[in-house]
Protein backbone atom coordinates (compact mmCIF):
# COMPACT_ATOMS: atom_id res chain seq x y z
CA UNK A 1 0.00 0.00 0.00
CA UNK A 2 0.98 3.64 -0.18
CA UNK A 3 2.71 3.93 2.61
CA UNK A 4 4.57 0.52 3.02
CA UNK A 5 7.50 1.44 1.62
CA UNK A 6 7.98 4.04 5.01
CA UNK A 7 6.64 1.76 7.56
CA UNK A 8 9.29 -0.77 6.42
CA UNK A 9 12.29 1.59 6.60
CA UNK A 10 10.69 2.91 9.99
CA UNK A 11 9.45 0.14 11.53
CA UNK A 12 11.50 -0.40 14.64
CA UNK A 13 10.35 3.56 15.42
CA UNK A 14 6.57 3.02 15.56
CA UNK A 15 4.32 2.14 18.14
CA UNK A 16 0.76 0.52 18.05
CA UNK A 17 -0.99 3.78 17.96
CA UNK A 18 0.95 5.17 15.10
CA UNK A 19 0.12 1.79 13.03
CA UNK A 20 -3.26 2.21 13.89
CA UNK A 21 -3.40 5.85 12.71
CA UNK A 22 -0.94 4.32 9.17
CA UNK A 23 -4.56 1.66 8.91
CA UNK A 24 -6.83 4.70 9.27
CA UNK A 25 -5.00 6.55 6.40
CA UNK A 26 -5.12 3.83 4.56
CA UNK A 27 -8.90 3.11 5.18
CA UNK A 28 -9.31 6.70 3.86
CA UNK A 29 -6.63 6.90 0.96
CA UNK A 30 -9.14 8.51 -1.35
CA UNK A 31 -10.29 10.97 0.89
CA UNK A 32 -6.25 11.87 2.05
CA UNK A 33 -5.97 14.45 -0.65
CA UNK A 34 -8.21 17.21 1.33
CA UNK A 35 -8.83 15.76 4.83
CA UNK A 36 -7.49 17.95 7.75
CA UNK A 37 -5.36 16.60 10.11
CA UNK A 38 -8.25 17.25 12.63
CA UNK A 39 -10.70 15.31 10.81
CA UNK A 40 -8.24 12.20 10.72
CA UNK A 41 -7.22 12.80 14.18
CA UNK A 42 -10.88 11.97 14.79
CA UNK A 43 -11.41 8.99 12.45
CA UNK A 44 -7.73 7.29 14.31
CA UNK A 45 -9.26 8.62 17.69
CA UNK A 46 -5.95 10.06 18.43
CA UNK A 47 -4.42 13.33 18.89
CA UNK A 48 -3.12 15.72 16.57
CA UNK A 49 0.46 15.75 17.74
CA UNK A 50 0.12 11.82 17.49
CA UNK A 51 -0.07 12.27 13.97
CA UNK A 52 2.79 15.14 13.65
CA UNK A 53 5.28 12.63 15.68
CA UNK A 54 4.33 9.50 13.13
CA UNK A 55 5.04 11.95 10.26
CA UNK A 56 8.01 12.81 11.32
CA UNK A 57 8.74 9.58 12.52
CA UNK A 58 8.18 8.45 8.70
CA UNK A 59 10.90 10.82 7.80
CA UNK A 60 8.85 13.39 6.74
CA UNK A 61 8.73 17.13 7.63
CA UNK A 62 4.86 16.65 9.44
CA UNK A 63 1.38 16.69 8.39
CA UNK A 64 1.28 18.28 5.17
CA UNK A 65 4.30 16.24 3.76
CA UNK A 66 2.26 13.48 4.35
CA UNK A 67 -0.68 14.09 2.43
CA UNK A 68 2.30 15.83 -0.32
CA UNK A 69 3.63 12.40 -0.31
CA UNK A 70 0.29 10.28 -0.12
CA UNK A 71 -0.77 12.24 -3.62
CA UNK A 72 2.52 11.62 -5.07
CA UNK A 73 2.63 8.00 -4.76
CA UNK A 74 -0.94 8.25 -5.64
CA UNK A 75 -0.29 8.73 -9.13
CA UNK A 76 -0.60 6.26 -12.16
CA UNK A 77 -0.01 6.12 -15.69
CA UNK A 78 -3.59 6.40 -16.37
CA UNK A 79 -3.20 10.06 -14.45
CA UNK A 80 -2.45 12.51 -16.80
CA UNK A 81 -1.42 16.40 -15.28
CA UNK A 82 -1.28 19.44 -17.73
CA UNK A 83 1.80 20.76 -16.44
CA UNK A 84 1.43 24.05 -17.61
CA UNK A 85 -2.27 24.49 -16.09
CA UNK A 86 -0.25 23.27 -12.70
CA UNK A 87 1.86 26.26 -12.81
CA UNK A 88 -1.08 28.27 -13.88
CA UNK A 89 -2.90 27.76 -10.80
CA UNK A 90 -0.26 27.77 -8.50
CA UNK A 91 0.56 31.35 -9.88
CA UNK A 92 -2.98 32.57 -9.59
CA UNK A 93 -4.10 30.95 -6.75
CA UNK A 94 -0.71 32.48 -4.80
CA UNK A 95 -1.63 35.79 -6.29
CA UNK A 96 -5.34 35.49 -4.85
CA UNK A 97 -3.29 35.14 -1.45
CA UNK A 98 -1.23 38.24 -2.08
CA UNK A 99 -4.16 40.21 -2.89
CA UNK A 100 -5.22 39.76 0.88
CA UNK A 101 -2.67 40.97 2.35
CA UNK A 102 -2.05 44.05 4.15
CA UNK A 103 0.74 45.59 2.73
CA UNK A 104 0.64 49.37 4.62
CA UNK A 105 1.76 46.58 8.02
CA UNK A 106 4.35 44.89 6.09
CA UNK A 107 6.00 47.87 4.32
CA UNK A 108 6.16 49.49 7.97
CA UNK A 109 7.63 46.73 9.21
CA UNK A 110 10.20 46.37 6.08
CA UNK A 111 10.90 50.62 6.43
CA UNK A 112 11.42 50.07 9.83
CA UNK A 113 13.75 47.63 10.49
CA UNK A 114 17.62 48.37 10.63
CA UNK A 115 18.13 45.07 9.49
CA UNK A 116 16.53 42.21 8.00
CA UNK A 117 17.05 38.42 8.41
CA UNK A 118 16.11 35.75 5.80
CA UNK A 119 16.19 32.04 7.16
CA UNK A 120 14.80 29.22 4.77
CA UNK A 121 14.49 26.05 5.82
CA UNK A 122 16.14 23.96 3.18
CA UNK A 123 18.41 23.86 0.11
CA UNK A 124 15.19 25.45 -2.33
CA UNK A 125 14.46 27.51 0.30
CA UNK A 126 17.87 29.08 0.92
CA UNK A 127 18.36 30.12 -2.87
CA UNK A 128 15.22 31.90 -2.25
CA UNK A 129 16.70 33.31 0.72
CA UNK A 130 19.57 34.45 -1.36
CA UNK A 131 17.68 36.33 -3.97
CA UNK A 132 15.15 38.12 -1.36
CA UNK A 133 18.60 39.43 -0.07
CA UNK A 134 19.25 40.50 -3.70
CA UNK A 135 16.42 42.16 -3.73
CA UNK A 136 16.03 43.54 -0.22
CA UNK A 137 19.55 45.19 -1.23
CA UNK A 138 18.08 47.03 -4.02
CA UNK A 139 15.72 48.87 -1.73
CA UNK A 140 19.04 49.90 0.09
CA UNK A 141 17.73 47.88 2.81
CA UNK A 142 20.42 46.14 4.82
CA UNK A 143 20.09 42.27 5.05
CA UNK A 144 21.53 39.06 6.16
CA UNK A 145 20.97 35.31 5.35
CA UNK A 146 20.79 32.72 7.86
CA UNK A 147 22.32 29.71 6.57
CA UNK A 148 21.70 26.83 8.55
CA UNK A 149 20.01 26.37 11.79
CA UNK A 150 23.48 27.14 13.59
CA UNK A 151 23.86 30.02 11.54
CA UNK A 152 20.62 30.98 13.15
CA UNK A 153 20.98 30.03 16.88
CA UNK A 154 24.38 31.67 16.89
CA UNK A 155 23.10 34.62 15.07
CA UNK A 156 19.72 35.07 17.34
CA UNK A 157 21.43 37.64 19.97
CA UNK A 158 22.28 40.07 17.33
CA UNK A 159 18.62 40.38 15.80
CA UNK A 160 17.44 43.60 17.57
CA UNK A 161 13.71 44.81 18.87
CA UNK A 162 13.67 46.93 15.59
CA UNK A 163 14.93 44.29 12.84
CA UNK A 164 12.72 41.38 10.85
CA UNK A 165 13.18 38.42 10.20
CA UNK A 166 11.70 36.38 7.47
CA UNK A 167 11.21 32.29 7.78
CA UNK A 168 10.56 30.74 4.20
CA UNK A 169 9.45 27.01 5.49
CA UNK A 170 7.16 24.45 3.17
CA UNK A 171 4.56 23.25 6.05
CA UNK A 172 5.73 25.07 8.95
CA UNK A 173 5.61 22.46 11.05
CA UNK A 174 9.27 20.27 12.08
CA UNK A 175 10.58 19.26 15.21
CA UNK A 176 13.62 21.88 14.29
CA UNK A 177 11.42 25.07 13.39
CA UNK A 178 9.35 24.46 16.44
CA UNK A 179 12.45 25.07 18.70
CA UNK A 180 13.44 28.57 16.81
CA UNK A 181 10.27 29.66 17.20
CA UNK A 182 10.47 29.39 20.60
CA UNK A 183 13.47 30.64 20.58
CA UNK A 184 12.22 33.91 18.91
CA UNK A 185 9.16 34.31 20.75
CA UNK A 186 11.50 34.69 24.28
CA UNK A 187 13.74 37.18 22.75
CA UNK A 188 10.25 39.04 21.18
CA UNK A 189 11.93 39.18 17.40
CA UNK A 190 9.32 40.42 15.05
CA UNK A 191 9.14 37.67 12.10
CA UNK A 192 7.27 36.98 8.67
CA UNK A 193 6.06 33.80 8.03
CA UNK A 194 6.58 32.40 4.43
CA UNK A 195 4.86 28.75 3.86
CA UNK A 196 2.53 26.97 1.65
CA UNK A 197 0.55 25.60 4.44
CA UNK A 198 -2.63 28.05 5.93
CA UNK A 199 -2.92 25.97 9.40
CA UNK A 200 0.78 25.80 10.78
CA UNK A 201 2.90 26.46 13.93
CA UNK A 202 4.89 28.96 12.21
CA UNK A 203 2.33 30.71 10.78
CA UNK A 204 0.62 30.95 14.09
CA UNK A 205 3.18 32.57 15.75
CA UNK A 206 4.07 34.84 12.92
CA UNK A 207 3.14 38.75 13.51
CA UNK A 208 2.84 38.81 9.66
CA UNK A 209 1.89 35.66 7.41
CA UNK A 210 2.54 34.96 3.58
CA UNK A 211 0.82 31.95 2.01
CA UNK A 212 2.01 30.28 -1.24
CA UNK A 213 0.46 27.96 -3.48
CA UNK A 214 2.48 24.65 -4.87
CA UNK A 215 1.30 21.41 -6.15
CA UNK A 216 3.69 18.58 -6.70
CA UNK A 217 4.12 16.86 -9.51
CA UNK A 218 5.46 13.88 -11.91
CA UNK A 219 8.03 14.87 -14.56
CA UNK A 220 7.90 12.24 -17.54
CA UNK A 221 10.50 9.90 -16.17
CA UNK A 222 7.84 9.72 -12.84
CA UNK A 223 10.56 11.80 -10.76
CA UNK A 224 8.23 14.17 -8.27
CA UNK A 225 8.79 17.72 -8.75
CA UNK A 226 7.58 21.03 -6.86
CA UNK A 227 8.15 24.97 -8.71
CA UNK A 228 9.36 27.25 -6.47
CA UNK A 229 8.26 30.35 -8.99
CA UNK A 230 5.42 31.25 -6.77
CA UNK A 231 7.44 32.05 -3.79
CA UNK A 232 10.07 34.33 -6.12
CA UNK A 233 6.78 36.04 -7.16
CA UNK A 234 5.47 36.79 -3.74
CA UNK A 235 8.81 38.21 -3.07
CA UNK A 236 8.54 40.37 -6.28
CA UNK A 237 5.62 41.78 -5.61
CA UNK A 238 6.33 42.46 -1.63
CA UNK A 239 9.59 44.79 -3.11
CA UNK A 240 7.16 46.28 -6.03
CA UNK A 241 4.48 47.00 -3.37
CA UNK A 242 7.13 48.68 -1.22
CA UNK A 243 9.03 50.79 -3.64
CA UNK A 244 5.24 51.78 -4.50
CA UNK A 245 4.67 52.76 -0.80
CA UNK A 246 7.52 54.40 -0.55
CA UNK A 247 7.08 57.01 -3.51
CA UNK A 248 3.71 57.69 -1.87
CA UNK A 249 5.26 58.44 1.39
CA UNK A 250 7.73 60.45 0.20
CA UNK A 251 5.02 62.82 -2.12
CA UNK A 252 3.59 63.49 1.54
Not at 90 to 99: A, F, G, R, V
Not at 129 to 154: G, I, P, T, Y
Not at 211 to 223: A, E, G, S
Request: net charge negative; proline share 1%.
Amino acid sequence: MILDKLVNKYYDNLNENDLYIIQTIHGHINDMKTMKIQDLATCAHTSISSIHRLSRKLGLDGYSDLKSYIKLNTYTEETTQDLMELLNQDIQQTMKYMEQLHYDKLNQLIDRAPYIYIYGTGTAQLDLANDVQRQLWSLHKKSLVLRNEQDFKNGIEEIGGEDLLFIISLSGESKNLDEIIHMVKTRNIQYVSVTTLRNNFLAQNAMFNIYVNITPFYLYNKVDNSSFLPFYIVFDIIVRKFSEWKIEQMKK
